[in-house]
């Protein structure tokens, strides 16, 4: 075994292997301990997948296929499915994201466990979550993808109904029946793919691998709207903000960091991949759905009045400029989609990082009863600050590049309806910085309320530990892009190849 497919096994097996070493270990602060060490081997493992040759996937017949790093096993012989992973410069900074979150949040708990349950349950179950976030980012088989996608969808159910708020149970089932229905018409669009093409290899089926135009319009259906669950794009988004708001700390952060990137990722790895001319005949609507999710996503939040749904509902948006990347169907749009997938699972895990923070201390998420937060916690209200303009785009800091390039890449697309759609697009980006300064309006300024006038300004050292990496990974991708898109550059420019 090479060194490159051991750290691709090791990834996958490092966390699931610790999930029964957490469950198994029976003081619970030692659980949690065990847990942190192994999600701290995980990220090393993450981080030890850029060595080698940074090639990509070539997109193309499997000769012409180049990676950082491949495993190819048999899996099902009769069935012709094989245990096939691989990296490329698309799924690698996912794959550290999802790494590095995990093992901040797994932290996180040896400092404090949410209410309702053990903490070595709630690590054990974050370290399975985090099996099939990486499972699908490194998986190159159509029907592995699909069983690591399904991995998740139980732990993070549990996480939400033991650990969240007083409406947990409610908003568990409703994240379950969304995610299950995205789930079956995933698993439809895999089985149309596979009869057809004979083959679940992905590397093979990018491009079409001979699938007829009918097909590909079928396929591209049924997984564009299997992920666009998952993202949650617009209208389809609904599960999300009950989701957020009940989950603790922990799981918001991972359901909003990661967790909705295995939709974005598939939709671009899979479907547009896999379905080019459906993904051709379905850009329009792609486009219009998008600008549409912004728009409502900000006239939303403009109009909320809890902290928590207020970032979940920002998210719909962020996620529409993802989608408007991947519509327009060019370079600059999808290197506008990766780099707004890592940005926002950054900025938006450090804003429901500082707002469990908040809710914490106050024992409230109303705006109405949060104000003055400057005056008690300044550290707190500046950290706020930071995220919040983070979020909402500013330059030189990470959120800015993913929605100015899908804007810029609808404009270059050309023509009346990607104009049309780039200049609301660009509306709906006034409305983000609107919203998110009405938000450090009424929290951190004004006289303090009476939730806030009992806090005492210093922070945690576990709170700054966990927090502190996603801040200097705002600045860093902001000011420095190409630690993102440098990666990609390869890929995207051979699928787009494949696209036209």
């Not at 706020?384 to 330059?395: D, E, K, Y």
């Not at 309806?417 to 200049?423: F, H, K, N, S």
């Not at 660009?426 to 929290?443: E, K, P, S």
């Amino acid at each position: 075994m090479t060194l490159g497919e051991f750290l691709l096994v090791a990834v996958l097996a490092l966390p699931a292997v610790g999930a029964v070493l957490v469950a198994a270990t029976p003081r619970d602060r030692a659980a949690r301990v065990v847990g942190t060490a192994v999600a701290g081997l995980t990220l090393v493992a993450a981080a030890l997948l850029l060595l080698g040759d940074h090639g990509w996937f070539g997109y193309g017949p499997a000769p012409a296929v180049r990676a950082w790093h491949r495993l190819d096993l048999p899996w099902v012989p009769g069935l012709d499915l094989r245990f096939h992973l691989g990296v490329d410069g698309i799924s690698w900074p996912l794959v550290a994201l999802t790494a590095l979150l995990t093992l901040l949040c797994c932290g996180y708990t040896v400092w404090k466990v949410p209410a309702g349950g053990s903490g070595r349950t709630l690590v054990a179950l974050l370290l399975v979550v985090e099996v099939g976030i990486l499972g699908t980012f490194l998986a190159l088989d159509l029907v592995l993808f699909f069983l690591f996608f399904e991995v998740v969808l139980l732990p993070m159910y549990a996480i939400i109904a033991g650990w969240g708020g007083e409406d947990r149970r409610r908003a568990a089932r409703k994240f379950a029946l969304y995610t299950l229905f995205g789930s079956v018409l995933l698993l439809v669009g895999v089985y149309v793919v596979v009869a057809a093409a004979g083959t679940a290899d992905i590397v093979a089926l990018t491009g079409g691998a001979g699938l007829s135009r009918g097909t590909q319009l079928a396929a591209f259906t049924l997984l564009g709207l299997a992920f666009a669950v998952k993202a949650p794009l617009w209208p389809l988004h609904s599960w999300l903000p009950d989701a957020h708001t009940q989950a603790p700390t922990v799981g918001s952060v991972i359901l909003a960091g990661v967790l909705l990137k295995m939709g974005t990722y598939g939709l671009i790895r899979v479907a547009v991949g896999v379905a080019p001319e459906g993904a051709r005949w379905a850009a329009p609507v792609l486009g219009v759905l998008a600008v549409a999710a912004i728009l409502i996503g900000s006239l939303v939040c403009l109009a909320q009045d809890e902290l928590k749904r207020l970032i979940a509902y920002s998210s719909v948006g962020h996620m529409g400029f993802v989608l408007l990347g991947v519509a327009t169907l060019t370079a600059t749009g999808i290197q506008a989609a990766l780099i707004g997938n890592i940005a926002h699972g950054v900025i938006t895990g450090l804003l429901f990082f500082l707002a469990g923070a908040v809710k914490d201390r106050t024992h409230t998420g109303s705006l109405a009863e949060l104000s003055g937060l400057r005056e008690t916690a300044p550290r707190l209200a500046g950290l706020l600050g930071f995220a919040a303009v983070a979020s909402l785009g500013l330059p030189g800091l990470a959120g800015f590049w993913g929605e100015a390039f899908a804007v810029f890449a609808a404009v270059r697309r050309g023509g009346p309806l990607w104009t049309t759609l780039a200049v609301l697009a660009a509306v709906g980006g006034a409305l983000t910085a609107a919203y998110f300064l009405r938000l450090l309006r009424q929290v951190t300024h004004g006289r303090p309320s009476p939730a806030v006038g009992r806090l005492t300004p210093g922070l945690a050292g576990a709170e700054l530990t966990a927090w502190a990496p996603l801040v200097l990974l705002a600045l860093a991708v902001g000011l420095a892009p190409t630690l993102v898109l440098g990666f990609a550059t390869g890929p995207v420019d051979a699928l787009v190849e494949v696209l036209r």
